[in-house]
Each structure stands twice: as structure tokens, then as C-alpha cells.
């Protein structure tokens, strides 16, 4: 749980010797608890104080990485129940499974066309986060060696999956360093699976029927010290997983239930890509760290993409281009002037609409903040006179002839004040929707 910064005042000297940069004990105490100083920048805290402010400092939802380097997937770190509070930590990590009885051929197959797969979106490359292998063939050594078929073609984070501790131990042994996640613990095979986690350097995944199952297993790993865990808690409903996952976090943020302060792993497998694919969703919405479909479907697979992307956008900060005057396909200094606010999704949305409408054109965006058109300028941040300053500062009007510009027409209003602001220009309202550029570039502009 957080401390206030009474609380943290506390347990700090009280000298007020101003070594942190702070006048008082207080002060630094305040920031502190404000996220605004680390607890380092005082020289003289003691043991005991950093172990309780160390560990008040850590998310209520614990982050653990899988994988190394720039493949590493990050599930966990929450500290809010829901996004508007402050933002969600790290995106949902989505996987695919596989198992070892596939052919080797079909299997790499399968694992380059995952590693290829992207999604580009309002400017950010999206990708698939593991892969898990399985061991259906009950053969250690067929195992380990599609594993490292698989780890040799994926440098992102893999699960290997048995019921089997020996055959983990076998896989994770050859494959140390790489951060895998082993999949998973039961009550029965949770010793020998623990020291194999930690030997290798590995997360696991704990598995159980219902929380009473699994509190002693969480319980007895951390008295251990070691916290790199998943939770997969069985349900034999889409509302009865829906449910824990809602008390998962909740216990954890709200009621400082310890033991189930981890991210959530869940294998999907219904029987029906649909609902595989509505389960998958319902992960990303509601606290789902990680989660793995039995197969790989592009189509599916941008949706959940997309729907990540919108879940874990930061609300605090919208994703935004850099403002700047864009050349839309090549324009020349008689091609027409459009502006627009620079929200990712906006500049992308009025960008692609304009070059699928095959014009030429100078797409002006001045700096909003990253908001939308019609926030932008009730917040006075898309108003003529700001947009017309920007169009100077570019100098946009020494390199075209073209004196007309348009305008979104959500705010047709600002048409009077762009046009006075920019003398000798002509300010054309163009469609409300961007959808409906293109007819407006036919019928309007030519
Ligand atoms: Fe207090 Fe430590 Fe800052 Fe000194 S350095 S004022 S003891 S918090």
C-alpha cells in the first residue's frame, strides 16, 4: 500500500540536514511519496526504513519479465483498477501455443510467420509477445529440441509447457538465461518446479482450482523470496474467469491481498475461434497479463491487437506526431493546404484518408497536445490565431502559391478568425468526417 508522507516522514532521520536537496525531512518525505525523489538521494535512511519504503514503493500488482533484450514481454506493475484513475502499466501480452508434436518444418514455419506478423497503427508496430510450446509427446528429449528449434527462430519471450517437472528441467536447463516462463506449477509438482525456475532463471505460472489452493503455493514461493510468478487460476466458465480476474485485482490493489498480487496467465482454448477469440478480448479488458490462443489467426489477432492498443493508450498522455507541415504523397507548390490537430489517431485517420482520395497535399498540424480536433479547440488549442502562427512559423507560405487551406469542419467557426489572422488567404470548411475527404478533394478542390 502506498504511504503518505506523514508516514514516510517517520522513518526518515528528522535532521533536516538538507543533503537531499530538500530544506526539511518533511519536504523530501512529501516528495517521495509524490513519486518526485528517489529514497537514495538521502544519505543517511536506515536498513529498516529502506525495507519498508522499498517495498511500499513496489506496484500492488508485482511486474514480472519474461525474455531478454528487446524481445522482453513485461506483464504486471498495475496500481489501478481502472485506466481513468492514472493509466495501465504494461499492455496485456498476447501469445500463440504450439506443440512438440508438430513436424519441425510446419513448426518453424509456423513461428517465422509469427515473427513476421506486425501491425502498424497510428505509428506504433505492433507484435505478438511468446510463444508456448508444449509437450505432448511426453518425450523429454523431442521437447527440448523443438524448444530450441522454436527459441532459435523467436528472440521473444517463450512458455514451455508440461505437466512433467523432469521434462521442464531438461528445457529450462538448456535454455538458461533466456527468461522462460514455465507452465505450471501444481500444488503436487511445486517444489521441484520452484527450484527449477530458480536455478534457470526462469518466471512459473502456478496453477490451481480456487484461491484457498492457491494462497499456501504463493505463500511458501515468496517466503522464499522468489516473486517471478503468474497466476492461472481454473474456472469452468468465461464469467467464472471473468470474475476471479476482477477479484485478483481487486484484492490485491484495494484489500493488500498479498499472495495474489501477480499477473494472470490464461491458455485459451474453447473449442470455437470466436469465443477464443471474445475470451482473448476479455482478457485485455479486464486484467489479463498474459494470454495465450491455440492458433494464429491474422484477423483475430489485429482485433485483439487493436483493442490492446486502445486499453492500454496512457489517458494522461495521447499519443501524438510531431507538429510539423507533412507532404501527403508529392506535392507540389500548387497542391491544396489541409490542417488537422496531432492526435496519433487523427493525423493517421485525415493522412490515410488523403492519400487514398490519390491528391497530393500539404497536411499542416500544429501543436494540440495530442488532443482531437473538437477537444483541441474547446481547449483553445486549435484556434485560428494559433493555427495561422504555426503556418507562418513553418514557412509554408514562401514554398506554395496555393493561398487556400482547409479547415476541419467541426470547427467551421474558427473560419472568420483563420482567415484575418492569415491575410490573403482563402479558408475552405471541409468535411466533418474524414471518411469523407475524398469526395471532398473530387468534388470540391478540382
Ligand atoms: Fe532529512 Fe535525509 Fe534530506 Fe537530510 S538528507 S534532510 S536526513 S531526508
Known amino acids: 500500500m ?29 516528495k517521495l511519496a509524490a513519486k518526485k525523489a ?28 519474461l525474455g531478454q533484450g528487446d524481445g522482453a514481454f513485461r506483464a504486471g506493475g498495475e496500481t489501478v483498477l481502472y485506466r481513468h484513475e492514472k493509466t495501465f502499466v504494461n499492455p496485456t501480452g498476447l501469445g500463440v501455443a504450439f506443440a512438440d508434436t508438430l513436424e519441425s518444418d510446419a513448426l518453424e514455419a509456423a513461428v517465422r510467420k509469427l515473427r513476421e506478423y506486425t501491425l502498424l497503427r497510428v505509428g506504433e508496430t505492433l507484435r505478438i509477445n511468446t510463444v508456448s510450446l ?26 514451455a509447457r508440461s505437466d512433467d517437472p523432469a521434462i521442464l528441467r531438461l528445457a529450462a536447463e538448456k535454455m538458461r538465461g533466456r527468461k522462460l516462463l514455465l507452465a505450471s506449477a501444481t500444488p503436487r509438482t511445486l517444489a521441484a518446479l520452484s527450484q527449477t525456475a530458480a536455478e534457470s532463471g526462469a518466471a512459473l505460472a502456478l496453477t490451481a482450482d480456487n484461491f484457498d489452493a492457491l494462497a499456501p503455493m504463493v505463500k511458501e514461493l515468496e517466503a522464499k523470496q522468489f516473486r517471478d510468478l503468474f497466476l492461472e487460476l481454473r474456472a469452468d466458465s468465461l464469467s467464472e474467469h471473468f470474475q476471479n480476474n476482477t477479484i485478483i485485482r481487486r484484492a490485491a490493489l484495494k484489500g493488500g491481498v498479498k499472495f495474489l498480487g501477480y499477473p494472470v496467465l490464461k491458455f485459451v482454448r474453447t473449442g470455437n475461434s470466436t469465443d477464443d477469440a471474445f475470451e482473448a478480448g476479455l482478457e485485455i479488458v479486464k486484467y489479463g497479463g498474459l494470454v495465450v490462443l491455440p492458433e494464429f489467426d491474422p484477423a483475430v489477432f489485429a482485433a485483439l ?8 493508450t496512457d489517458p494522461q498522455k495521447p499519443i501524438q506526431v510531431e507538429p510539423k507541415v507533412y507532404a501527403i504523397g508529392e506535392p507540389t507548390e500548387n497542391s491544396p493546404v489541409f490542417v488537422t490537430t496531432n492526435f496519433s489517431l487523427t493525423y493517421f485517420i485525415v493522412s490515410g484518408e488523403l492519400e487514398n482520395s490519390g491528391a497530393s497535399a500539404w497536411l499542416v498540424v500544429p501543436d494540440c497536445e495530442g488532443l482531437s480536433v473538437l477537444t483541441a479547440w474547446a481547449a483553445g488549442k486549435f484556434g485560428g490565431a494559433k493555427i495561422a ?28 478568425e483563420l482567415e484575418e489572422a492569415l491575410p490573403g488567404w482563402q479558408v475552405l470548411v471541409g468535411p466533418q468526417e474524414a471518411v469523407d475527404l475524398e469526395s471532398f478533394v473530387k468534388n470540391v478542390l478540382t
Open 305 to 312: 491487437l487493436t483493442l490492446r492498443q486502445n486499453i492500454f
Open 389 to 416: 502562427a504555426f503556418v507562418k512559423e513553418s514557412g509554408l507560405p514562401d514554398r506554395v502559391k496555393t493561398r487556400r487551406i482547409v479547415i476541419p469542419g467541426y470547427v467551421a467557426q474558427i473560419s472568420g
Open 2 to 30: 502506498a504511504l503518505t508522507g506523514l508516514q514516510i516522514q517517520k522513518l526518515l532521520p528528522k535532521t533536516n540536514c538538507k543533503e537531499c536537496g530538500c530544506s526539511t525531512c518533511l519536504a523530501f518525505a512529501m
Open 38 to 65: 528517489e529514497l537514495k538521494e538521502c544519505p543517511y535512511v536506515s536498513e529498516e526504513a529502506k525495507a519498508i519504503l522499498g517495498a511500499a514503493a513496489e506496484p500492488p500488482i508485482r511486474s514480472v519479465t
Open 134 to 159: 508444449a509437450c505432448e509427446s511426453g518425450d523429454p528429449a523431442r521437447f527440448t529440441a523443438a524448444l530450441l528449434r522454436v527459441a532459435a527462430l523467436w528472440e521473444r519471450a517463450l512458455i
